[in-house]
């Protein structure tokens, strides 16, 4: 796992302060998932844990930074397909279901989600 943080101040509705800055290794562009911790997800096979599923609430990128502290901004970015009229390639993928043994599903129940960021969310480094 990346350099973890948390949201230290929300200053608009297109920004947040990150209590990391430059001393602790943050620099201009780097990105940040702001999660909301998850249920712990065991291995049933050797009942060993794998982790926490996290859920992502939002992707942001610095955009400033301080010694102490950044500024982060969710930032999308978007392309112009230039294409000619006889070369048109379009595609889309959407997942396929497995042959799986139905005796094995188990879905995870997943805890209320919220979606929105607040104070002292974390904040997880993932470039």
Excluded: W
Aim: aromatic residues 6%; negative net charge.
């Amino acid at each position: 796992m990346g350099l973890q943080t948390h949201v230290a101040k929300i200053p608009s509705s297109n920004s947040v302060i990150l209590a990391a800055g430059y001393r602790d290794g943050v620099g201009l562009g780097d990105e940040f998932m702001i999660i909301q911790p998850g249920l712990e997800i065991m291995d049933e096979s050797t009942n060993l844990s794998l982790g926490n599923y996290d859920r992502t609430k939002e992707r942001v990128e610095v955009v400033e930074i301080f010694e102490q502290f950044c500024i982060a901004k969710h930032i999308v970015r978007s392309s112009i397909l230039q294409s000619t009229l006889s070369n048109n390639t379009f595609m889309s993928s959407h997942p396929k279901d497995l042959s799986v043994s139905e005796d094995d599903i188990k879905p995870i129940e997943e805890e209320e989600f919220d979606k929105n960021i607040h104070i002292g969310d974390i904040a997880v480094k993932i470039n």
